[in-house]
């Protein structure tokens, strides 16, 4: 299984990124996805996630701005990020695994891309 992120980079507040996680090895279908985002010297955050039925839950601070979706005939999970802010900073990662309940708190088992770093500046 091998995941890669793409599309981070710098933008001001306000500005959009689209982060892209294309798949290979491995069917997106039938499996829970997410994206989570790593600021040097804090605990990762988990920013979206999209479960194996198409629901989803976000951060509550990018909901509303953030929007997390999987083109499974290109076996592509994106990350649609709006309204920019500071804060939004970070290193993104995507991560994939059977359940999102095993995704959410068996980090280290879940399969990671090697993340793309989005810098939003005021």
């Known amino acids: 299984v091998k995941l890669v992120e793409s599309g981070g980079g710098s933008a001001e507040s306000g500005e959009s990124l689209r982060l892209s996680c294309v798949g290979s090895g491995y069917t997106y279908r039938g499996h829970c996805m997410a994206w989570f985002r790593q600021i040097p010297g804090e605990e990762r955050e988990t920013v979206a996630f999209?479960?194996?039925?198409?629901?989803?839950k976000y951060l509550e601070s990018v909901e509303g701005r953030f929007t997390i979706s999987v083109d499974n005939a290109k076996n592509t999970l994106y990350l649609q990020m709006n309204d920019l802010k500071p804060e939004d900073t970070g290193m993104y990662f995507c991560?994939?695994?059977?359940?999102?309940?095993?995704?959410?708190?068996?980090?280290?088992?879940?399969?990671w891309g090697q993340g793309t770093q989005v810098t939003v500046s005021s």
């Open positions: 991560a994939l695994r059977d359940a999102c309940s095993a995704l959410l708190v068996d980090a280290k088992n879940n399969y």
């Open positions: 999209i479960d194996t039925e198409g629901h989803t």
